[in-house]
């Protein structure tokens, strides 16, 4: 695969039966969205602490945890940790991933490509809603009068879609382009 920098051939060679070109907006968007979902990867989403009782949740993309302890004259002990797997939430997010990279690949396809940033959109608005459900859920483990504090883990997803969104647009300019281009001749 060569990598073409404003129409100047670099050297990357990964597979000899793919051009991507980096320079085109809608490549540069995908790409970003692959980078926002690997950053996704490693955040908090959401977090919940109440200081009287020194418990706290977090939710990752990984795990939640709910850690509790008991408070003796301002001396945390007894902490016990427990873990429940959202791996759901990283699958989707590498999902999310690997279409945009799919959706890269196939830049000499733009129908196929604009197909494959729409499969995108939805999966990352799924991945809101599991990750909504999940908190509402979480929420229940504490009670009410202290609410939880969303991390930048929870609005990655969102800059992810903006970016899809705005490929998408590109993707379809330029099939609107070769088309009206086609009609001239």
Same mark, same amino acid.
């Given at each position: 695969m060569h990598f073409y920098l404003l129409n100047q051939k670099c050297p990357l060679l990964l597979h000899n039966e793919y051009h991507i070109m980096i320079q085109?907006?809608?490549s540069l968007l995908l790409v970003a969205v692959v980078a926002v979902m690997a950053c996704f990867s490693f955040t908090k989403i959401w977090v919940k602490?109440?200081?009287k009782t020194a418990d706290e949740i977090i939710f990752t993309p990984i795990s939640l945890t709910y850690l509790t302890a008991t408070v003796d004259e301002n001396q945390i002990s007894n902490i016990t940790e427990t873990e429940e797997s959202t791996m759901?939430?990283?699958i989707l997010a590498a999902l999310i991933s690997a279409h $945009? &990279?799919?959706?890269l690949i196939n830049y000499n396809n733009r129908v196929k490509q604009m197909k494959i940033s729409f499969v995108n959109s939805l999966l990352i608005g799924i991945l809101f809603v599991l990750m909504y459900y999940q908190i509402t859920e979480a929420e229940k483990l504490m009670p009410?009068?202290?609410y939880g504090e969303y991390k930048i883990g929870f609005f990655l997803p969102l800059l $992810? &879609?903006?970016f899809n969104i705005m490929a998408h647009i590109y993707i379809k300019r330029d099939e609107d382009l070769v088309r009206s281009s086609d009609r001239i001749r």
């Open positions: 085109r907006t809608q602490v109440n200081e759901h939430i990283i $945009a &990279l799919l959706s009410h009068p202290l $992810a &879609l903006v």
